[in-house]
């Protein structure tokens, strides 16, 4: 069984920087994609940033394009997730998740396992 553990969510203002953490355990971790995804309050959940499983192959939203940086640490588990210049429209939850393949993918449906989240609150 795959475990994903969230951290670094939190407060902050609009036009700060977080960096959220996943560590994971139960699978080989270097061999998925890994990606973020997040859900705001009525909203569907939705794609953020993915990264394939050697780190080079990697893919944003539209969204977060040049503000969010995707980056995995195969040796540590850890996949990370640095969000710069954030806006309120950026609060949300957010999910790591683990895909199923190692080819990158946006798609809800790829990812087998999913963490249970990690709050983000962006005050203007």
């Known amino acids: 069984q795959v475990q994903l553990v969230e951290s670094g969510g939190g407060p902050v203002q609009a036009g700060g920087s977080l960096r959220l953490s996943c560590v994971a355990s139960?699978?080989?971790?270097?061999?998925?994609?890994m990606g973020w995804f997040r859900q705001a309050p009525g909203k569907e959940r939705e794609f953020v940033a993915a990264?394939?499983?050697?780190?080079?192959?990697?893919y944003y939203s539209d969204s977060v394009k040049g503000r969010f940086t995707i980056a995995r640490d195969n040796a540590k588990n850890t996949l990370f997730l640095q969000m710069n210049n954030l806006k309120p429209e950026d609060s949300a939850v957010y999910y790591c998740?683990?895909?199923?393949?190692?080819?990158?993918?946006?798609?809800?449906?790829?990812?087998?396992?999913w963490g249970q989240g990690t709050q983000v609150t962006v005050s203007s």
């Open positions: 990264v394939n499983w050697i780190g080079i192959g990697i």
């Open positions: 139960g699978r080989t971790f270097g061999t998925y994609t």
């Open positions: 998740a683990q895909s199923g393949a190692t080819s990158i993918t946006n798609r809800e449906n790829d990812y087998k396992y």
